[in-house]
C-alpha cells in the first residue's frame, strides 16, 4: 500500500514568490495534517482537515498561508508570499480519523528553501 | 503548559550500548505517549507508544518507562545498533482524540560501529 505521497520534495524560491505544496494522503484515510518541521526541531501542527472541513487551523499564519482540501483527499498548502522564515520542511500526514487514537502516518516532506 | 522536553540533543552509543532518551511533559491532560523514529529526508514513523496506566512498555529491542507522578518518561534502546541511527521524537497527545501531538525538540542518536 503505498503511503503519503508529497511533492515536490524540493523546493527553492526567491522571498516575496509564491510557492504550493502538494498531498495526497492514504487512500480512505478521513484525517489529512500539514505540519511544519524546522531545523532541528520537531513537527508542529499548521492545519488539520477533517475530510474536506478544516477542523483546527489555528497556528496556520493566515496572512500568508492557506490551505484546502477540496473532495476530501488530496491537499495544497500554499504560502503567498514567502519569507526567509518560511525555509523549513514541510510534512503532511493522514490518518483514518480521531478518536480512539488512530496512528498519524508521515509523509517525506517538502523541504523549502527561501533565498 | 503544552510543553514536551527532550533531551539529550544529541547522543553517541557504542554498538551494543544501551541508549537512553528523556522526556517531560507539563499538562496532566495527556495521557498517550508516543516516540518517533526519522530517518533523514523521511518522515516521522510511529516506533512506541504507552498510556500512563502502565510504568513500562516493550517491544523487542525498545523499552519505555514512564513516571506519572514525575511527569517524565524515557526511551530505552538495549543492544543499539548502527542501523538505529536517527533522530527520535518523544510526544504527548490525547488517546480520545489525538487531533494535536506535541513533539519534542528530537534527539539525533547516532551508533558508532
Known amino acids: 500500500e503505498a503511503g503519503v505521497v508529497q511533492s515536490p520534495r524540493y523546493k527553492i524560491i526567491e522571498k516575496k514568490q509564491p510557492v504550493a505544496f502538494w498531498c495526497n494522503p492514504i487512500?480512505?484515510?478521513?484525517?489529512l495534517y500539514w505540519y511544519l518541521q524546522n531545523l532541528g526541531q520537531g513537527p508542529e501542527l499548521l492545519i488539520r482537515y477533517e475530510n474536506e472541513e478544516a477542523v483546527d487551523d489555528s497556528q496556520l499564519p493566515k496572512d500568508r498561508f492557506s490551505a484546502e482540501r477540496l473532495k476530501g483527499v488530496d491537499s495544497t498548502l500554499k504560502i503567498q508570499p514567502a519569507e526567509l522564515g518560511d525555509s523549513a520542511v514541510y510534512l503532511c500526514?493522514?490518518?483514518?480519523?480521531?478518536?480512539?487514537?488512530?496512528?498519524?502516518?508521515f509523509g517525506p516532506g517538502t523541504r523549502l528553501t527561501v533565498l | 503548559q503544552q510543553q514536551v522536553k527532550q533531551s539529550p540533543q544529541s547522543l553517541i552509543v557504542q554498538k551494543g550500548g544501551i541508549s537512553i532518551i528523556n522526556c517531560a511533559y507539563e499538562?496532566?491532560?495527556?495521557?498517550?505517549f508516543p516516540w518517533y523514529q526519522q530517518f533523514p529526508g523521511k518522515g516521522p514513523a510511529l516506533l512506541i507508544a504507552?498510556?500512563?496506566?502502565?510504568s513500562e512498555k516493550k517491544e523487542g529491542r525498545f523499552t519505555i518507562s514512564f513516571n506519572k507522578s514525575a511527569k517524565q518518561f524515557s526511551l530505552h534502546i538495549m543492544d543499539s545498533q548502527p542501523g538505529d541511527s536517527a533522530t527520535y521524537f518523544c510526544a504527548a497527545t490525547f488517546y480520545s482524540s489525538a487531533s494535536k501531538i506535541i513533539f519534542g525538540s528530537g534527539t539525533r542518536l547516532s551508533i558508532r560501529p
Open positions: 500526514a493522514s490518518s483514518l480519523g480521531l478518536a480512539p487514537y488512530n496512528e498519524q502516518f
Open positions: 504507552i498510556r500512563p496506566d502502565v
Open positions: 487512500s480512505g484515510h478521513n484525517t
Open positions: 499538562n496532566t491532560a495527556f495521557d498517550y
